[in-house]
């Protein structure tokens, strides 16, 4: 069993880090389903994407584009991911306003239910009478996430279970990550 997970989000302590919006097609139209980026599944080729920039200032190896939290990052991260969790990613091209350098949207292809709800500082499920029947069920808040380690298996990146926002790396990825010089990602101990 593996011994160390994290949660890899944006470091929005990044001092003059820039922002990028949600990814357009070649027609320049919005991507219609986002979410389908973060989802914790596979997915069909998007096609060669474009990725505006919100905000400018300094280029980073991982961040997110737009409302859906896409993880869009460098090729040198790409390679880390590339390498060492195949099987559990998909990399897309997407073509960075202003940037000559490639970046690519990153699709973590792998969900895995192992959530420790007893051991979160906070859980909450959606009920019936919140009003949205078809997340009944999932999670509505988890804070101070901790997962069940026993239940991971052989994933070594993954999304969680009803909870999606999380982007979850074993302590080998976070280790590599960081000796490439990873800009932008945080990692938080779940």
């Known amino acids: 069993m593996k011994q160390r997970f994290f949660d890899l989000s944006i470091d929005v302590d990044v001092r003059e880090r820039w922002y990028l ?14 979410w389908a980026f973060t989802s914790g599944e596979r997915i ?23 409302v859906g939290l896409t993880p869009i990052i460098s090729s040198r991260v790409a390679s880390v991911f590339r390498e060492m969790a195949p099987n559990d990613v998909q990399l897309f091209p997407v073509d960075v306003d202003g940037q000559a350098e490639p970046y690519f949207l990153l699709v ?5 239910r192992c959530i420790n709800d007893a051991a979160c500082e906070e859980v909450r499920l959606w009920k019936p009478e919140d009003g949205r029947p078809e997340k009944v069920g999932r999670y509505r808040v988890v804070s101070g996430l901790r997962i069940d380690k026993s239940r991971v298996g ?37």
């Open 154 to 190: 052989d994933a070594s990146v993954f999304r969680l279970w009803g909870w999606h926002p999380a982007l979850i790396v074993d302590g080998e990825i976070k280790e590599a990550l960081e000796r490439a010089g990873i800009s932008g990602g945080r990692f938080d101990e779940v």
């Open 21 to 34: 919006t949600t990814p357009i097609t070649a027609e320049g139209q919005q991507v219609d389903d986002v």
């Open 108 to 112: 973590v292809a792998r969900t895995v």
């Open 44 to 66: 069909a080729p998007p096609g060669r994407l474009r990725v505006p920039v919100s905000r400018p200032g300094r280029p980073l190896d991982f961040t997110s584009a737009g």
